[in-house]
């Protein structure tokens, strides 16, 4: 099993509709989690973090933690044909620095 | 903040030559450094991870004989691969674990750097 998983995708969603990315991790010790953003050819960016059960919002996007399931999901508002990337989800587990990635679902946001 | 730079961004060499990457975080002391491989299409391959003054732990199926990594400071790690071949071209990303203060560590990527062996 696989310590972080996400739907490969595409998963296709209209302009202006919201878009919903999944992410399930096994290690409940997990204390941080992260979503980036990767554009086709470029390194990673980082969109959001959240440490909380709960939601945390920033502009457009939502991140959901729900440790108890072990479940994080990030939630695209209006979708934008620029929001079409593949969108990895992390998790860092304990103070050691280790860090574990989901191997990513590409978002397609069709004009 | 959170700048994370990588040098160079793209590089073509000859078969047989090394080449040396260098991954710095700007405006920050980073704890720890990873090394990521990615080939196209692909998933991130952690490679390796390293902390200032100590050697590199590096992931199953690595050889660390053929990328040697070097972390000289808090804010700058080497990755150098040696008698690169056709095969070793990929794309490489650093990426520099930045404190936070009420949580754990957060990763910032560099740039990547492409290379090409011919």
């Known amino acids: 099993q696989k310590e972080v998983e996400q739907n490969s995708g595409p998963l296709s969603v209209p302009e202006g509709a919201i878009a919903s990315l999944n992410c399930t991790y096994s290690?409940?010790?997990?204390?941080?989690f992260f979503w980036y953003r990767q554009y086709s050819g470029k390194s990673p960016e980082l969109i959001m973090s959240?440490?909380?059960?709960g939601d945390k919002e920033d502009g457009r996007f939502t991140a959901q933690l729900n440790k108890a399931s072990q479940y994080v999901s990030l939630l695209i508002r209006d979708s934008q044909p620029s929001d079409s990337a593949t969108y990895l989800c992390?998790?860092?587990?304990?103070?050691?620095?280790?860090?574990?990635f989901g191997s990513g679902t590409k978002l397609n946001v069709k004009p | 903040g959170a700048v994370v730079s990588q040098h160079p961004s793209r590089v073509i060499c000859k078969s047989g030559t090394s080449v040396k990457i260098e991954c710095r975080s700007l405006?920050?002391?980073?704890?720890?450094m990873f090394w990521y491989r990615q080939f196209p299409k692909k998933s991130l391959m952690l490679m390796a991870t390293?902390?200032?003054?100590?050697?590199?732990?590096?992931e199953q199926g690595v050889e660390k004989d053929k990328f040697l990594i070097n972390h000289a400071s808090l804010t700058l790690s080497t990755l150098t691969v040696t008698s690169a071949h056709p095969e070793d071209s990929s794309f490489y990303i650093c990426?520099?674990?930045?404190?936070?203060?009420?949580?754990?560590?957060?990763?910032?990527f560099g740039p990547g750097t492409r290379l090409t062996v011919l």
């Open positions: 290690d409940r010790g997990s204390q941080s």
């Open positions: 959240i440490y909380s059960n």
């Open positions: 390293s902390n200032e003054g100590s050697k590199a732990t590096y």
């Open positions: 990426s520099a674990a930045r404190r936070e203060v009420y949580s754990t560590d957060t990763q910032y």
């Open positions: 405006d920050f002391q980073a704890t720890t």
């Open positions: 992390a998790v860092g587990v304990d103070n050691f620095n280790k860090f574990y």
